[in-house]
C-alpha cells in the first residue's frame, strides 16, 4: 500500500478493520504506524492533541512485521497503532497528566494497561494531551 490515498485509507479504517487487514497481509504494521505518524505530524502544530510522539513506534511496528512474518501467534491488535492518556504511566516516554510541574518526568514503570497493551503488540503512538490530572 502506498500513496497520500492509502494513509488516509488507512487512518480512517476502525481497530478491527485494521487487525483484519494486518493479519492477512494486505498492510504492513509499519505502514499504518507510520499514516498515523504522517497525520501526527501534518495536523498536530495546530490541535496539540499529543505531548510526546514515541521516538520507538516504527521500531515497534516492525518487531511486529516480523513476528508475523515468522508465524508467530499474535492477538487479534497485533501491529494497530494506538494513543496512550498522558495520564498512564509509560517506562519510555515522559508522563506529565497534563501538568508542568511534572514536565519532563518518565517512570520507571509501565501503568498495568499500558504493560498489557504492549504484551499485546500495539503499537504505542505517544501520550495524549489532557486537562491536568483528568
Same mark, same amino acid.
Given at each position: 500500500m502506498t500513496g497520500h490515498g492509502?494513509?488516509?485509507?488507512?487512518?480512517?479504517?476502525t481497530a478491527a478493520e485494521l487487525s483484519a487487514r494486518l493479519a492477512s497481509r494486505d498492510v504492513s504494521?509499519?505502514?499504518?504506524?507510520?499514516?498515523?505518524?504522517?497525520r501526527i505530524a501534518e495536523v498536530d502544530g495546530d490541535i496539540h492533541a499529543f505531548l510526546h510522539v514515541s521516538a520507538?513506534?516504527?521500531?515497534?511496528?516492525?518487531?511486529v512485521d516480523g513476528a508475523r512474518r515468522m508465524g508467530a %501467534? #499474535?492477538? $487479534? /491488535?497485533?501491529?494497530?497503532p494506538i494513543a496512550i492518556k498522558d495520564v498512564l504511566c509509560t517506562l519510555d516516554m515522559p508522563s506529565t497528566a497534563g501538568s508542568r510541574?511534572?514536565?519532563g518526568w518518565v517512570p520507571p514503570y509501565d501503568a498495568t494497561v499500558v504493560s498489557k497493551l504492549r504484551k499485546? %503488540? #500495539?503499537? $504505542? /503512538?505517544?501520550?495524549?494531551?489532557?486537562?491536568?490530572?483528568a
Amino acid at each position: 500500500m502506498t500513496g497520500h490515498g492509502a494513509a488516509s485509507e488507512l487512518i480512517a479504517l476502525t481497530a478491527a478493520e485494521l487487525s483484519a487487514r494486518l493479519a492477512s497481509r494486505d498492510v504492513s504494521a509499519v505502514e499504518a504506524t507510520q499514516a498515523h505518524l504522517d497525520r501526527i505530524a501534518e495536523v498536530d502544530g495546530d490541535i496539540h492533541a499529543f505531548l510526546h510522539v514515541s521516538a520507538d513506534a516504527l521500531k515497534t511496528a516492525a518487531e511486529v512485521d516480523g513476528a508475523r512474518r515468522m508465524g508467530a %501467534k #499474535l492477538g $487479534p /491488535l497485533a501491529g494497530v497503532p494506538i494513543a496512550i492518556k498522558d495520564v498512564l504511566c509509560t517506562l519510555d516516554m515522559p508522563s506529565t497528566a497534563g501538568s508542568r510541574i511534572l514536565e519532563g518526568w518518565v517512570p520507571p514503570y509501565d501503568a498495568t494497561v499500558v504493560s498489557k497493551l504492549r504484551k499485546a %503488540k #500495539l503499537i $504505542p /503512538l505517544g501520550k495524549t494531551n489532557m486537562d491536568e490530572f483528568a
